[in-house]
């Protein structure tokens, strides 16, 4: 059985662009959840889809956006990237229920 | 809100002695769930073992075993015949029973475990 993928693993941009992150689920799973991992703020929620709905948000400025598809595929975007938006973005998806996550190996971004 | 709390930066075991990792929360819930997770170098964040709340007896799987201690809202991770392989950071998470709530995590600042051989 596939696991979570994440796509690309590593990325570089430039502060002003904007980059758009990828998560393929479980097959099955149609909760992907979005988090930011960083050494000062820790594992932050960013949001949450469900059936192509986002269904619960973080405090996370409208810079940080997504979307989920019909084959239960999310995509995340960042607009206007600051430097404090360099992270490790994971990506996790769920039967729901709270029978646990399975999460992606990340997408490790690099704003300079 | 929910806040969890992970007060042990690090901890250091000996190969094959047992370690227990601490996790505190605070919710005025009575029905959650709460969870830990490995995050080994490769970054997967991996479902080590989890817990309902309704449920009195502690999880376990395998060396890991919790104790949950519901009215002292503390959830502590048990890893016996500790092995290299356990080294990881370890994060203890928590989300809500409420299905409106989604399946958001909240996670602790996490503890790094360092395994000497």
Known sequence: KAGVTQTPRYLIKTRGQQVTLSCSPISGH??????????????????????ETQRNKGNFPGRFSGRQFSNSRSEMNVSTL??????????????????GYTFGSGTRLTVV | AQTVTQSQP??????AETVTLSCTYDTSESD??????KQPPSRQMILVIRQEAYKQQNATEN????????????FSLKISDSQLGDAA???CAYRREIKAAGNKLTFGGGTRVLVKP
Request: a neutral charge.
């Open chain 1, 82 to 99: 600051e430097l404090g938006d360099s992270a490790l973005y994971l990506c996790a998806s769920s039967l729901g229920g709270g029978r």
């Open chain 2, 63 to 74: 060396r890991f075993s919790v104790n949950f201690q519901k009215a002292a809202k503390s």
């Open chain 1, 30 to 51: 149609r909760s992907v959840s979005w988090y930011q991992q960083t050494p000062g703020q820790g594992l932050q929620f960013l949001f949450e889809y469900f059936s």
């Open chain 2, 89 to 91: 950071m370890y994060f």
């Open chain 2, 10 to 15: 690090e901890m250091s075991v000996q190969e």
């Open chain 2, 32 to 37: 959650y769930y709460l969870f830990w997770y």
